[in-house]
C-alpha cells in the first residue's frame, strides 16, 4: 500500500490551511523530515497526555 510499513494505517484528515502552513514551516526548517512525521510527532504527545497518563493515575 504506497510504501507504508507494516503496521501503519493511512488515514485522510483536513485540516485548516493555517496548520498545513504550520507543518510545511516545521519541515522546511528541519524539525520534521515530512508532515506524516510531525503529526505522528503530535499524535503521539496528545495520546500520551491525553490517555496514557491518566490511565497510570
Known sequence: MFG??????LVTVLLPEAYLE???E?????MYPS???AI???VRD???????ERKER
Open 4 to 9: 507504508v510499513r507494516k503496521g501503519v494505517r
Open 40 to 42: 505522528r510527532s503530535a
Open 46 to 52: 496528545l495520546l500520551k497526555k491525553e490517555l496514557w
Open 22 to 24: 504550520g507543518l510545511d
Open 26 to 30: 516545521l519541515v522546511r526548517a528541519n
Open 35 to 37: 508532515r506524516s512525521a
